[in-house]
């Protein structure tokens, strides 16, 4: 039986593009980031390619190649793809601690974060008596009846609505020793905050804190403390707030510190400019007892 012929790849990075040769039975994970480094030398500076900068795409989602159960998951999608039906796995190479091309420098539109964004959909509009073909005799009926009298005022309406469809951004991760914490991400909050209960349950200030101390005269520093998010774990000056509806807020200092980017039309699109990474992101609607909407500005 004859052996499978070596697949080109095509590979992408924020500037440039190029095709390699990939042999499953003479490459391996390391052989694969040194051809992607021979590629890539003037682009990378001569630095060598290495976990954490390459990402592959399959079924138009991007995933990590850093380590050898990546690559076997890599390796075994590659020999899945059926020949001349699916397209093998596309290769995405950036250095993570470099920065992005900005305009007026090239901006090559195959890497995945320089992809534009698709166009929303349009609302399908309603059926109007001219475009419907049959209106059958129930429906004219029920046309007749006295619809109930609506109360509700048009502006409350709009904004309910408004607040229905956006919502808060929330994703999940670790600040310090507490892990699976779902926290608000706002870039109009200035620092990083941690609610005084959250605070007290873990240990960041004492249970016996006594009015006017840790926040009550005024926001106080806690010191700085490690928040991981995706994969990267960053160090941040974290402060006490009696903010009471997150246990965790991350501002602008975090936003700025991760490059974190927001897409303006899929709120829950959100990615790390610093390593790449799509955050899961959640879009969370606060509302009190009454089941009013709460605002959080």
């Not at 899929?266 to 992101?281: F, Y």
């Amino acid at each position: 039986m004859a052996q499978p012929g070596p697949s080109i790849l095509d590979v992408h990075t924020p500037s440039s593009s190029f095709a390699i040769l990939y042999s499953d039975l003479e490459d391996n994970l390391q052989t694969l980031f040194d051809k992607l480094s021979k590629k890539t030398v003037a682009e990378l500076n001569g630095r060598h390619v290495r976990p954490g900068w390459v990402k592959y795409e399959w079924n138009s989602t991007v995933w990590n190649l850093d380590d050898a159960s990546d690559y076997a998951i890599f390796g075994w999608r590659l020999k899945s793809a059926a020949p001349g039906v699916e397209s093998p796995p596309v290769l995405f190479v950036r250095d993570p601690d470099a920065s992005l091309p900005s305009p007026p420098e090239y901006q090559n539109p195959s890497f995945y974060m320089f992809r534009p964004r698709p166009a929303p959909s349009s609302p399908q509009l309603p059926a109007t008596p001219e475009s419907s073909s049959v209106t059958s005799g129930k429906s004219r009926k029920r046309s007749k009846e006295t619809k109930p009298q609506d109360t509700v005022p048009k502006f409350k309406k709009e904004f309910e609505k408004f607040h229905n469809e956006n919502g808060v951004r929330t994703i999940a991760g670790s600040i310090g020793p507490v892990n699976n914490v779902r926290m608000l991400l706002k870039s109009g909050y200035r620092h990083v905050y941690i609610s005084r209960k959250f605070a007290i349950k873990n240990g960041f200030i004492p249970r016996d804190a006594a009015p006017g101390h840790y926040g009550y005269s005024g926001i106080v520093n806690l010191g700085k403390w490690p928040i991981t998010v995706g994969r990267t774990r960053t160090v941040h000056a974290v402060y006490l707030t009696e903010e009471s509806h997150f246990d965790v807020v991350l501002g602008r200092s975090f936003v700025e510190r991760r490059q974190i980017k927001f897409d303006p039309v899929d709120p829950t699109d959100v990615v790390c400019g610093d390593t790449g990474e799509k955050i899961d992101c959640e879009l969370v609607i606060l509302k009190d007892g009454k089941g009013q909407i709460v605002t959080v500005t």
